[in-house]
């Protein structure tokens, strides 16, 4: 679609997704639309950051390796395996933002276990807060627990507010777009030159904190 000369950039611009920031002790979050099911490659960019680069052999829709598409990570890293990376938008409590919950797996287990009895967790009307401990278990970065505070867990109808600030978000599957094999081979080869503009999913640096241990 053309635009107006006056309306454009003249430059691609960079999406910056706002991602919650797990803390030790007590978090409380409420999840709201669809869980994003990846598995993503963290290579170390050129201002040593972890950088996420999507894995194309996992299908999100099937959520298995169906090898369909291009693994161009395994041409350039054969030696780096994938990580579990699921994620959801939430509404954080503490700021009554929409940000981006990177589950971590146990956790996300534990979610889906307690949703047996207590009904699905994103729902506007019947849904319940998520509440949870993390724990540091040792000095290294995955030396990390997290527990599901079932108990206080409650069931509680979101406030106006609160459906305003979850219809309004950019939904999750737009936040991290998946790449096509030719955009991983892109962003690779500028890895590989000493340069990169963020992942292949359309995200930048800023996002890409990935913390060990699932």
């Known amino acids: 679609m053309a635009k107006a000369f ?3 950039n003249g430059k691609a611009v960079k999406k910056t997704i706002e991602a919650y920031e797990y803390k030790d002790g007590e978090n409380t979050v409420r999840l709201v639309g669809g869980v994003l099911p990846r598995y993503v490659y963290w290579l170390k ?3 040593n950051k972890d950088i996420p680069v999507e894995c194309l052999a996992f299908d999100r829709e099937l959520e298995k390796f169906t090898n369909i598409e291009k693994d161009w990570v395994q041409e350039y890293h054969p030696d780096k395996k994938c990580s ?3 994620s959801i938008n939430c509404i954080d409590p503490a700021d009554g933002k929409v940000k981006v919950l990177n589950l971590k797996k146990k ?3 534990q979610i889906l276990t307690a949703a047996e009895d207590l009904g699905d967790p994103t ?4 849904g319940w807060d998520v509440v949870f401990k ?3 278990t040792g000095p290294l970065p995955f030396n990390v627990e997290y527990t599901l505070q079932v108990l206080r867990c409650k069931k509680r109808a979101l406030s106006q507010a609160e459906i305003e600030l979850a219809d309004a978000a950019e939904d999750i599957d737009s936040k991290y777009t998946r790449p096509t094999p030719d955009e991983v081979k892109a962003l690779l ?3 590989a030159a000493g340069s990169h503009e963020g992942d292949a999913g359309g995200t930048t640096d800023s996002e890409a904190v990935h913390e060990l241990g699932q």
């Open 123 to 126: 729902s506007y009307d019947t």
């Open 84 to 86: 579990w990376a699921y």
């Open 45 to 47: 960019g050129s201002n």
């Open 189 to 191: 080869e500028k890895m």
């Open 134 to 136: 993390r724990a540091k």
């Open 107 to 109: 956790l996300f287990e």
């Open 6 to 8: 006056g309306d454009t």
